[in-house]
């Protein structure tokens, strides 16, 4: 089990549970089971939480105890309600569906390919250069071994210098240089997470953090994100309070694979919660560089940090290139020799020769990056145009930044969809890859990393095979993927 959900919380989620479109004539307890099962099915509601009462879900939604009887009794027969007399209701799905121990995604190197499966851009020109020059620098370090476990001082100055600039004043010895944010978070997995402790993660979120996750055995535990508004606040600080998870993983700058971003005032009241109930806070800032339309991004959410409780990572993947393999911790300067301590069981140190590529780019960072934004807005703006041209039907909400949005699509389609795409030389990322045990189906993760021709021409193929799925009347519904 893993927390509660009051009356008048899920009474909020369910919404306008009574009047949803498609419902005609079935009974009120058949259409409240039905939206409990959709909340369930699009992450919404976490799996393993225990449902109100009988009795305060009537009162919060003003109808009869018996309606609501009625509703948890069919949500029992369908699997999606497991109760025990005297101790309540938990939530699960049919057929116990768990999320896998290997989680591989990564790109393929098929060139025929487009890959709208990984959220990543090309490196940018500025990559040769910045190689060039470091291979120039690297005769400094040449006399050396060449192990520096924390990282070499001018990149994690350099990393500090940037913190700074964002109004979180940070020296170079709280800087720890990991070989990407990856890299990172399973050090900081490592350093503060005992096997079965809990962790609470977004829903959806970054798929490889999951399979991190489960790499360290953690039990997980979910705050779902509404599509359209992101973080429920109440929900988020609720889910803490009665979790009392070891560790949170938040990316709360242009979320993996939402694009939202949150405001300051929630960054504040989430600090102030995980300090109050002994959680740690790891904060993943992949996509801080990347806004978009002028939006401004809230101080970084170590800023509100009294008791170093907040770990960040991040590293130049987003905004620079992923080849570089280059990430880090900010924590406070304890911590990050700890970190180095369990970090030479594991790889010693990164690589002096691509840290030093790193700091070149850094100097340019800011040309770089602005680049970059103006990049990925004509980019996402293209597979806006084209999403909103050949499947008008599908549900976006424009992100301000990152590399991707997050599609509702017209039916419980994604696992398909993308089984579908492939065949038309497509490679997507299902919904199902961002959620645990198979939930997610009506979401499909789609980047805007690739040249804007490209998601043109990838979106009309989605939408044709998309068409095709329904002509050659194939199953809608199956079962719900375990990701594997
Ligand atoms: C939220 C998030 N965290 C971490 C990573 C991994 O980044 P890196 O390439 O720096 O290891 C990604 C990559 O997509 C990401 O989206």
Redesign the pocket.
Known sequence: MTGQVRGVQLARLLGQWHALPGRRRSPDYAALAGSVRGLLADGRLPLGVRLPAERELAEALRISRTTVTAAYRQLRETGHLASRRGAGSWTMLPGNHRVASTGLWTPLDDREMLDLG???LAAPPQLLSAARAAAEDLPRYLSGAGYHPTGVIELREAVADAYTARGLPTSADQIMVTS??????DLVLRLALTPGGTVLVESPT?P??LAALAGRRARISTHGLAADAGWEPDLLLGSLRQTRPKLAYL?PEFQ?PTGHLMPASLRERVVAAAHAVGTDLII?E??VDLSMDGTEVPPPVATYDRHSRVIS?G????PYW?GL???WVRASAPQVQRLAAVRVGVDMASPVLDQLVAVHLLAHAEAIVADRRVQLAVQRDALLGALAQQLPEWRVTVPRGGVTLWAELDGPVSSALARAAEEVGVRLAPGPRFGLDGTMERFLRLPFTLPAADLVEAVGRIAAVRYDLDRTGRQRWREPAVIA
Do not use: E, P
């Open positions: 990984v959220a990543a990407g944010t990856q890299h990172a978070l970054y490889n953090a990316i993996n993943d992949s996509f990572i590293g130049m993947s987003k992923g393999r280059i990430g």
